[in-house]
């Protein structure tokens, strides 16, 4: 009997906060340590599979509705921009880890507090259920400061702070994991990739 991959899942009620960055280089992450596909479930923009038309990434990327090929060990889905409350709920019942990135600015955090807090009267698994802090200066504790603001509120977050760089942009136009990016910060970015990785699985 073939095994059940674990899956995780990116979701936002808000774009631009590199829920699809993430999954692309998580994916990629996993894919060091078991066959791993990743499916653009984000219909209108596919940015995941997009990205993966442009260059070569280690996982097999697929559209929502195709087969997932069998030996697959890990599962990435990157769902569709600003799903519905009920759609989250349903989402923590099939993966086995759901991470909401968030940017560390005040509009945002808040945001995702409210969300969390409105999760539980749809019957979610808030224990499977991980906020990540995104597009943190490098520089400073802005990241850290809105991490431990959101744990204050009771709430689950990942301790990775995953930090803004350029090097996020030259994979994406590239096609590659970030590690592969022609930037001089490509390393920096992807040591805080693997540290997620660590975290989620």
């Not at 599962?75 to 880890?97: F, K, M, N, Q, W």
């Amino acid at each position: 009997m073939t095994a059940k991959p674990h899956v995780v899942a990116f979701t936002s009620l808000k774009g631009g906060v590199g829920k699809s960055t993430l999954a692309v280089n998580i994916a990629g992450a996993l894919s060091l340590k078991g066959k791993t596909a990743l499916i653009d479930a984000d219909a209108a923009i596919q940015t995941s599979s997009g990205w993966a038309t442009r260059g070569k990434l280690p996982v097999t990327v697929l559209k929502e509705g195709e087969a997932i090929p069998t030996g697959i060990r890990y599962l990435v889905v990157d769902t569709e921009g600003r799903p519905a409350l009920e759609d989250i709920a349903a989402l923590t019942h099939s993966a086995d880890v759901v991470l909401i990135p968030t940017a560390p600015n005040s509009v945002e955090v808040e945001a995702t507090a409210r969300l969390l807090q409105q999760l539980p009267a749809t019957n979610a698994n808030l224990d499977r259920v991980y906020i990540v802090i995104t597009k943190a200066q490098p520089v400073g504790t802005v990241g850290q400061s809105a991490r431990d603001e959101l744990r204050s509120a009771g709430l689950q977050v990942c301790e990775t702070v995953i930090r803004r760089y350029t090097a996020h942009e030259r994979a994406h136009e590239q096609g590659v994991l970030v590690k592969d990016a022609a930037d001089p910060r490509s390393e920096n970015a992807w040591a805080d990739v693997l540290s997620l990785t660590l975290e989620v699985c």
